[in-house]
């Protein structure tokens, strides 16, 4: 089954504890994307990547990383955590416009998290 | 700044109604226009529109958009309560940049 898997679903965590949150698609696609979700403000991406090794930050990119060593996999790392970053996030993926399949993104289950 | 306005916020019908969920957008090097239904968990693809006046269908659900007006209409015919979701549109560069609205909660009462 085509999909993007994230893990963990939830997380509670405290203030200054590096984390990550890992993202794999089977889907082949060349273009991954890191989103978080809060209330009245919609999804704000974080950082997306265009192919492996090519990364770009997003709107809301601060006190985040992302690496792309391998197609399948885009994790996003906190790497001190604070409590604005208590969201809801949502990794995403999908095939370069122009191509031969145009269904917008495919998106993870989501990943909640909690910053203490 | 780039930015996608929706409205209305929410909205409350009855099933059976007619809903038409707006969303406006300003983005820069803009290239489709995305819609899509978030319930309680991952937002699913419902349509991408990329040419001006040319409606999508898919069952009750369509969509159109006016690439000179900076607008694009969702509508549902028939109401169901399975259509109760929030419906996110999203303005796309073409693979670089996609920006969400903040979405419009619909909630269908049977």
């Known amino acids: 089954e085509a999909q993007v898997t994230q893990n963990p679903r939830y997380l509670i965590t405290v203030t200054g504890k590096k984390l990550t949150v890992t993202c794999s698609q089977n889907m082949n696609h060349e273009y991954m994307s890191w989103y978080r979700q809060d209330p009245g403000l919609g999804l704000r991406q974080i950082y997306y990547?265009?192919?492996?090794?090519?990364?770009d930050k997003g709107d809301v990119p601060e006190g985040y990383k992302v690496s792309r060593k391998e197609k399948r996999n885009f994790p996003l790392i906190l790497e001190s955590p604070s409590p604005n970053q208590t969201s809801l996030y949502f990794c995403a993926s999908r095939s370069p416009i122009g191509g031969t399949t145009n269904y917008g993104y495919t998106f993870g289950s989501g990943t909640r998290l909690t910053v203490v | 700044e780039d930015k996608v306005v929706q409205s209305p916020l929410s909205l409350v019908v009855h099933e059976g109604d007619t809903v038409t969920l707006n969303c406006s957008y300003e983005?820069?090097?803009?290239?489709?226009l995305l819609w899509y239904k978030q319930e309680k968990k991952a937002p699913t693809f419902l349509f991408m529109l990329t040419s001006s006046g040319i409606e999508k269908k898919s069952g009750r659900l369509s969509s159109i958009l006016d690439k000179k007006e900076l607008f694009s209409i969702l509508n549902i015919t028939a109401t169901q309560t399975g259509d109760s979701a929030v419906y996110l549109c999203a303005g796309d560069t073409g693979g670089f940049k996609t920006i969400f609205g903040a979405g419009t909660r619909l909630f269908v009462k049977a």
């Open positions: 990547s265009m192919n492996v090794e090519v990364t």
């Open positions: 983005v820069t090097n803009f290239r489709s």
